[in-house]
């Protein structure tokens, strides 16, 4: 059972998504990862080990975006390795999943992605068919693809051109958004 935040504001992202991540621990899980946007590109960081790996990491205290998303990952689908860990960047889409999408290997056929894979979650190929369906209006991407996945997915996705927006969709699995 992940976690996922994501923060949109005049902050710095990274130790409020760190800070959200930790509360979250509780639900368990095996790695970790968060991305932020900053100039038009999405730097990401991800470990196999504790929030607090990433809280001491050199890597995330330098993300200075203060859009961002984050992941606690309890896997399902591919081994607890850095390379599975959320978020999973897709040219301009990057993403974080909790859930299973169930139909992951025959996207993956009937798409023909396996090329473009670069980890073995269900959730990577999310990201490719996302950025396969970005043609510049993520609402219309994000319709189109969900359509397609079977299973269950709470999705925080950020595209690299769209620098004011986090979108968020779910099936079954719980979101709260929140402003403050
Ligand atoms: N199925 C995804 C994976 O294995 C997400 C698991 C989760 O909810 O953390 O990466």
Redesign the pocket.
Known sequence: ???IVGYIGSKKAEPILIDGLLRLEYRG?DSVGIATLENNKINLVKSKGRVNSLAENEEAQKLIGTLGIG????????GVYKK???P?QCGNVTLV?????ENYRELIEDYNLQSVLQ?E????VVAALMDMYYKGDAEEAIQRVVRKLKGTF?LVMMFEDKPGVIYAIRNV?PIVVAKC
């Open positions: 059972m992940c976690g899980y992941h606690t990952r309890w896997a399902t689908h591919g599975n860990a959320h999973h999943h909790n859930g299973i999408v980890s979650t269900d959730t990577e709470a699995s």
